[in-house]
């Protein structure tokens, strides 16, 4: 079965410094990978999605996730975070088995602080 | 272009009773799909519909339903509520199925006392 993991609840930041919110999958196939991004009382916004190709991608808001298969990692970066980053994220993973399309399996979310 | 629509933003239902959740999708995206999210749970898919068919399904029981148009606006159901019910109901449509990306409305959070 797919699944995600987000190994930290949550990540502390210090405003201008580069943050890195993590996550792991295990996938059976080829793994096509998510992150949104919640603001409280808000539903989620995509920021970015690695689907084949470069392992670096990038996304919205100055965000980038690096894509490592050697290490079944898909990361979410930015290099100067910024206070109203503070939000929770989501590593998600597609779930695409033979003969359908599946839904999106989350992780349980990332709370990123970014204090000035 | 207008975003994900959902209605109402905020419910409370007693046990026992039957509530009906709305959805409008991105004008133009004909696949919607629904998630529930508590704390103790995280982010729980519910169903998926395409073309007014709902083509896969999580593990929740039968009380929880729904249904899709032919504008591709959806409604979810959830009959004989129970506490634990309580959550917070995201819709999410796209252009199609597969791997492109979703785009989440803001939620209805229901309340089950």
């Known amino acids: 079965a797919q699944s995600v993991a987000q190994p930290e609840d949550q990540v502390n930041v210090a405003e201008g410094n580069p943050l890195t919110v993590k996550c792991t999958y295990s996938?059976?196939?080829?793994?096509?990978l998510f992150w949104y991004v919640q603001y409280p009382n808000r539903g989620l916004q995509f920021l970015l999605k690695?689907?084949?190709?470069?392992?670096l991608v990038k996304g919205s808001y100055g965000f980038e996730a690096e894509f490592n298969k050697s290490q079944t990692s898909f990361h979410l970066k930015k290099p100067s975070a910024l206070v109203s980053d503070s939000a929770l994220y989501f590593c998600a993973v597609r779930d695409i088995y033979q003969g359908s399309q599946g839904n999106l399996i989350f992780g349980k979310g990332t709370k990123l602080s970014v204090k000035p | 272009k207008a975003g994900v629509t959902q209605t109402p933003r905020y419910l409370i239902k007693t046990r026992g009773q039957q509530v009906t959740l709305s959805c409008s999708p991105i004008s133009g995206h004909r696949s919607v799909s629904w998630y529930q999210q508590t704390p103790g749970q995280g982010l729980q898919f519910l169903f998926e519909?395409?073309?007014?068919?709902?083509?896969n399904k999580g593990n929740f029981p039968g009380r929880f339903s729904g249904r899709q148009f032919s504008n591709s606006r959806s409604e979810m159901n959830v009959s004989t509520l129970e506490l634990g019910d309580s959550a917070l109901y995201l819709c999410?449509?796209?252009?199609?199925?597969?791997?492109?990306?979703?785009?989440f409305g803001p939620g209805t959070r229901l309340t089950v006392t």
């Open positions: 999410a449509s796209s252009v199609g199925r597969g791997l492109n990306e979703q785009y």
């Open positions: 996938v059976s196939g080829n793994p096509y």
């Open positions: 690695y689907i084949t190709g470069d392992n």
């Open positions: 519909y395409f073309s007014e068919t709902q083509r």
